[in-house]
């Protein structure tokens, strides 16, 4: 069983920048692909970035690519999304998920655990 909690979700103006992190339980960390999701209200949950279980893999929504970069700390179980240039329409409430296969993947269908959730609200 793998436990994901999300933290660093907030209020921020258009333009500026946020940090989440997802902090994993269990030993074996270091050997699932992680992702970011988020899901606006009203629309389904959506791919926002993912990275291989060796971080030498990264994936990016269109919507996101070159303002957010996905990151890993295998050390400290933890996962990052920093974002950057944040605009209106990426507010959204900001899941992490674990997949334990390793291989980063777009699908969310492939990912095994998923956190609560963080909100992210970006005003204009």
């Known amino acids: 069983q793998v436990q994901l909690v999300e933290s660093g979700g907030g209020l921020v103006q258009a333009g500026g920048s946020l940090r989440l992190s997802c902090a994993a339980s269990?030993?074996?960390?270091?050997?699932?692909?992680m992702g970011w999701f988020r899901q606006a209200p009203g629309k389904e949950r959506e791919f926002v970035s993912a990275?291989?279980?060796?971080?030498?893999?990264?994936y990016y929504a269109n919507s996101v690519k070159g303002r957010f970069t996905i990151s890993r700390d295998n050390a400290k179980n933890t996962v990052y999304l920093q974002m950057s240039s944040l605009k209106p329409e990426d507010t959204a409430v900001y899941y992490c998920?674990?997949?334990?296969?390793?291989?980063?993947?777009?699908?969310?269908?492939?990912?095994?655990?998923w956190g609560q959730g963080t909100q992210v609200t970006v005003s204009s």
């Open positions: 998920a674990a997949d334990f296969r390793g291989v980063a993947t777009m699908d969310r269908r492939e990912y095994e655990y």
């Open positions: 990275i291989s279980w060796s971080g030498g893999r990264l």
């Open positions: 269990g030993r074996t960390f270091s050997s699932y692909a």
